[in-house]
């Protein structure tokens, strides 16, 4: 975790999941999740208005960062498990973004390494209150001992 006099750290247990967010100043937010022994971390590095089908949205972009902390052995994850909440509002999907189309349900990662990716988001957000979580009933990978 960064220290700083100016970091608000802000947690919250909702469905049974650890949910963690921070905000300093004009850095970017990020937050985290854990599980099934993956711990996911978000940093938003944009937010780009857009419409969709005649209705006011965003885009939010940024990196997330697999890290396995527990014994198993992951190969790829299900991003789509992954969620994220910003002003309230939350995402309706999550895209890998690349000039190349991935299949973002068998995604491939190495621990640490960051994927470049963007949601969009169900309407305009503030730029705050960033919560990252894993979908109800969602299996974020398969993993054996």
Not at 51 to 65: A, H, M, Q, W
Not at 109 to 124: D, L, R
Request: hydrophobic share 40%; aromatic share 4%; net charge positive.
């Amino acid at each position: 975790m960064v220290q700083g006099t100016n970091r608000q750290v802000t947690t919250a247990v909702v469905g049974g999941l650890l949910l963690a967010s921070s905000g300093c100043g004009h850095a970017s937010p990020t937050a985290e999740t854990e599980s099934n022994g993956i711990r996911i971390r978000v940093e938003v590095s944009e937010v780009r208005p857009f419409v969709d089908r005649g209705v006011k949205k965003e885009l939010v972009y940024g990196s997330l960062t697999p890290m396995i902390v527990a014994s198993k052995t992951v190969k790829s994850v299900n991003l789509t498990c992954v969620s994220v909440v910003l002003g309230g509002v939350a995402s309706e999907m999550i895209y890998v973004d690349s000039v190349a189309d991935f299949l973002t349900t068998d995604y491939a990662i190495t621990s640490g390494k960051p994927i470049p990716v963007y949601w969009k988001m169900s309407a305009s957000t503030e730029r705050s209150g960033l919560k990252v979580l894993v979908l109800p009933g969602c299996a974020l990978a398969d993993t054996a001992r």
